[in-house]
Structure formats: C-alpha cells, structure tokens
C-alpha cells in the first residue's frame, strides 16, 4: 500500500515540476517566436496532464488570453469530417464506396468526366485527382455563388467539377474541394446541414463546436494575426464557409482535448459508438494519409502518431495522438507565420520528450 501511495505522490510530483518547466518553456516561445497568444494541453485517454493558455488576444494589447478563448482549428476541421463520416458509415446511412453523382446526379452531365467515379472514400482520403484549392485562390467569385451556406457549398462544387484538373498522378492530393464534397455527401445521407451534424456531435461529445473567425459572434474573442502580425478585424469571409467541412470549425482548447480523447480511447478499444478496427482504419490504414489523419513513425524512438495541422491564414493549430504511450499533444496560436510554426514545432518537441514521446 505504501508502494503504491508513494509512485501517485511521485507521479503527481512529476506532473507538476514539468508543467512548470513546460509553462516557463512556452512563454520564451511565445516572445522569441512572436506568437500573441499560445494554447497546448498534454492529454491521455481519461486524463488531462497540462493545459495552458497564455499571452493576448490581439496583438498590442491588454486582452489577457484566456482558458476558454476559441481558435480557428483550420484543416483540423477535417478530423471531424472524417469522424463524422466513419459514424455514419457505421450506421448505414452511406457507404465508403458511394460515389459523389449517386447522390448529386444531376450535376453529372455539366461535371468534368475524371470526377464521375469519385467516391466518399476518395475524399476523405486525399485520393480523388482534383487539384488544389483555398480561400486565397480569386475564382469563382461571390456573384458566382448564390444562395444560403448550404447552396453556396453546392454551387461551389458544381463549379469546382466543371473545371479542368491541372494535376498529374500522385499519391495523395491535397485538395480541400474533397472535404466540401464529403461534406455534401453526409448533407444528402442524412438531410441535415453540415453544421447541424457537427453540433449534434458537439452535443454528444458536451463540445460547444461555431463556425468562423472567433470574434466575428464576440470581440472578446482571440483575433488571428498573419504573417505580418496584422491583426484580423471581425468580418464573415464566404470562402470560408465554402470550405466549413475542409477548414471552418473553431473551439476552445479544453473542448478539442474531449473530441481527442474520444480517439484515443477509440485507438485503445474503449469506444462504446466505434470498433478499435475503425478508428486504426481512421488513423493509420493507408500510406502517409489515410481517413482525416496523417501518420508517421518517429525515428528517434519508433513510436507511431497519428497527426493533423491546420493553417487557415490567421491561426496555427497541430494535433498529435500516440496511443502506444496514450498520450495527446495539441497545440494552437493566433498567428500563421513561419515562425510561428517553428516555435509550435520546438514546443511539441519539448512537450513528447517530457512525456515519454
């Protein structure tokens, strides 16, 4: 019994010294990597190990940050996408192998006939030849695209498949387009808007998932910040919803910890809604990425992650899940800049040595 009270105090005592050590770490990131402000959280299954948040809101000023503060997950967001979709598989509603046109057949006629086969499969994995594009590219045009979100999407993509596609093979294509067209596809299996079945997930998960720039519904919310350190004033940005299934989701850090918890625990066979099977085909199925999640195999010690980054312009956002060691690392920003990237990177790399990975 002594044993086992003195490795918890010890355990405790651990945790404590390195999230000092760690908390002191992050701030000289923040300054020499000009960040304004940094979140990170090391997580297990059940457990929350650290969590942080520390610097402003914006840029040259007092707006202190704070635990509950929201950041643009960007690319993440397809983590979700692809959570979503293996659930739904799992019920029926859609198969991997559905492809786009059984669903939207009437857009096939006017569509470029390399997209007629693609499959939700395809999307969710990178693996559907369409070339890439994102909020910076300057067509089509808002007077292209009319209607409510969930028309815009379907106009987008309407457009999208009509144009020709400038690729050669590859491996995997990085083409945001495959998510809004995933995303369409779970709209017609369920006839329910993307949103919805993100907030219904949400509310499963006690999640509190919006859409957008955080400080568009609150300007007490953090501002992203680009390359220059010019702070984004609160404005709705259409491009961005056309994207809202690739890119558009935006949370606070205690509640992304719950949604990656829930995959580790799947990765260890404690989901009660997913087999461990599904979520290892999520994660690790498919050469350099598979079912919304890269993976990779670090050198140093041979452990495996599963990861994603998200950059949507003015936010920095990475998420790392090891289950042979049962550990999560997750780190955001307000700014998207090179720097800013190297110093997440040197962080995490402190965070896994600390933590075993």
């Given amino acids: 019994m002594k044993k086992i009270l003195f490795s918890v105090v010890l355990f405790i005592f651990s945790i404590s010294f390195y999230s000092q050590k760690n908390s002191a770490f992050a701030e000289t990131i923040l300054v020499k990597h000009h960040i304004p402000e940094l979140a990170y959280a090391v997580i297990s299954s059940d457990s929350i190990f650290e969590i942080q948040v520390i610097g402003n809101q914006r840029i040259n000023t007092n707006f202190k940050a704070n635990l509950n503060d929201r950041f643009r ?8 996408t692809s959570y979503l979709a293996t659930v739904l598989v799992k019920q029926g509603k859609i198969k991997w192998n559905t492809k786009f046109f059984d669903l939207y057949p009437e857009l096939k006629s006017k569509s470029n006939p390399e997209t007629y086969n693609f499959t939700l499969q395809d999307f969710i994995t990178f693996r559907a030849k369409l070339s890439i594009w994102s909020y910076g590219n300057e067509t089509p045009t808002k007077d292209e695209i009319k209607g409510n979100d969930q028309q815009q999407r379907y106009e987008f993509i309407k457009w999208f498949f009509q144009q020709k596609i400038p690729v050669k093979k590859q491996d995997v294509y990085w083409s945001n387009p495959s ?82 918890q829930m995959q580790l625990q799947g990765l260890l066979g404690k989901s009660k809604i ?61 700014v998207q800049s090179e720097e800013a990237d190297k110093g997440l990177l040197i962080l995490l790399e402190e965070l896994q040595k600390n933590y075993g990975g």
């Fill in 73 to 80: 997950l960007g690319s993440i967001t397809k983590t979700i």
């Fill in 179 to 260: 998510y809004v067209a995933a995303g369409l596809m779970l709209e017609k299996a369920t006839g329910k808007t993307y949103e919805a079945l993100v907030n219904e997930l949400g509310k499963s998960l006690q999640i509190d998932f919006d859409f957008g720039q955080p400080n568009v519904k609150n300007i007490n919310e953090p501002w992203g910040h680009n390359e220059n350190l010019e702070a984004e004033k609160p404005a709705l940005n259409y491009k961005l919803n056309w994207l809202s299934s690739a890119g558009n989701i935006n949370v606070n850090l205690p509640d992304y910890c719950k949604f990656t």
């Fill in 274 to 334: 997913l087999s461990a099977d599904d979520f290892n085909k999520m994660h690790y199925s498919l050469p350099e990425y598979s079912f919304g999640w890269e993976s990779e195999i670090k050198e140093k010690n041979n452990l495996r992650y599963s990861f994603h980054t998200g950059s949507p312009g003015t936010f920095l956002t990475k998420v790392y899940i090891c289950p042979t060691i049962n550990k999560a690392f997750i780190l955001f920003a307000n």
